[in-house]
């Protein structure tokens, strides 16, 4: 099944304390994105990926850091996580660009920093 | 100019009525218009996208009206259904550039009173 796949699913931490969001896409898409929900402001862009070793800031990148060093992988990390990232996160593919071919999202990653 | 405006923020239509959820954006490089369907625990799913070279697009119960002009589209959703609640985005972008980032509005949250 064409899917994008995020883990964990839910992640409760604590302030400070490093952590990973995993993303793999198995449809061979050239382009993924990391985006972070929250209530009345829709879904907003962290980070994104053009193809291997390309990355570049979206609208909200302070405190993340993103790698792609295998087409099919993208992982967010926080370094030092805090409060204020506590969210409803997704990863996102598209074959190529997203203003064309439009996005499959995972199920998302609901963190909660304390 | 970035910004996409959607609104309501929230709606409630009963069994059988239409569902109306509209968004404005200001950069008329935009060309590329999709609206995203997300239920509680899942990730945004293309529902149906448009492009400006038309102004309605319509895919069973779901149509997109495009206003040019002035820089609006909206979704309707005919013969509202229980199985319809959830939270929709629309979305812009200008598919021809670079990155082909796609812009969503701030969400729409739909319930349907059977």
């Known amino acids: 099944e064409a899917q994008v796949t995020q883990n964990p699913r839910y992640l409760i931490t604590v302030t400070g304390k490093k952590l990973t969001v995993t993303c793999s896409q198995n449809m061979n898409h050239e382009y993924m994105s990391w985006y972070r929900q929250d209530p009345g402001l829709g879904l907003r862009q962290i980070y994104y990926?053009?193809?291997?070793?390309?990355?570049d800031k979206g609208d909200v990148p302070e405190g993340y850091k993103v790698s792609r060093k295998e087409k099919r992988n993208f992982p967010l990390i926080l370094e030092s996580p805090s409060p204020n990232q506590t969210s409803l996160y997704f990863c996102?593919?598209?074959?190529?660009?997203?203003?064309?071919?439009?996005?499959?999202f995972g199920s998302g990653t609901r963190l909660t920093v304390v | 100019q970035q910004q996409v405006k959607q609104s309501p923020q929230s709606l409630i239509v009963q069994k059988g009525g239409i569902s109306i959820i509209n968004c404005a954006y200001e950069?008329?490089?935009?060309?590329?218009f999709p609206w995203y369907q997300q239920f509680p625990g899942k990730g945004p799913a293309l529902l149906i996208a448009?492009?400006?070279?038309?102004s309605e697009k319509k895919e069973g119960r779901f149509t997109i009206s495009f206003n040019k002009s002035a820089k609006q589209f909206s979704l309707h959703i005919m013969d509202s259904q229980p199985g319809d609640s959830a939270t929709y985005f629309c979305?812009?972008?200008?598919?021809?550039?670079?990155?082909?980032?796609?812009?969503f509005g701030q969400g729409t949250t739909l319930q349907v009173k059977p």
């Open positions: 979305a812009a972008s200008k598919g021809s550039s670079n990155t082909g980032k796609l812009i």
């Open positions: 950069n008329t490089a935009f060309d590329y």
């Open positions: 990926s053009m193809n291997v070793e390309v990355t």
């Open positions: 996102a593919s598209s074959l190529i660009r997203p203003g064309v071919y439009g996005y499959t």
């Open positions: 448009i492009r400006p070279d038309v």
